[in-house]
C-alpha cells in the first residue's frame, strides 16, 4: 500500500540529483563573448552598416519580384 508512494519518491530524488549544476569556466574555449550586439553575425557599429544593410534587404526583398517581371515579359 505504501511501496508506491515510496518509488516514485525515490524516483524523484534520484532524478533530481542527475541534473548538476555547474560554475561556466571563463577559461574554456567554447565560452563566448556575451552582451548587446554580440550574437549577431557583423557589427552594426560600423561606419557603413545603414547603407549595407539597406542595399541587402532591397537586394533581397527585390529579387524575387524581379526575377517574376523578367519571366512575365520574357518571349517564349
Known amino acids: 500500500m505504501y511501496a508506491t508512494p515510496a518509488i516514485r519518491a525515490r524516483l524523484a530524488v534520484a532524478g533530481r540529483r542527475a541534473f548538476s ?7 574554456s ?6 552582451g548587446p550586439r554580440s550574437n549577431i553575425p ?3 557599429l560600423t561606419k557603413h552598416f545603414f547603407w549595407r544593410y539597406w542595399s541587402f534587404m532591397v537586394v ?3 529579387a524575387p519580384f524581379g526575377i517574376a517581371v ?7
Open 21 to 27: 549544476t555547474t560554475r561556466t569556466q571563463m577559461g
Open 29 to 34: 574555449p567554447f565560452h563566448y563573448a556575451e
Open 42 to 44: 557583423f557589427n552594426p
Open 60 to 62: 533581397g526583398f527585390g
Open 70 to 76: 523578367w519571366q512575365t515579359y520574357k518571349t517564349k
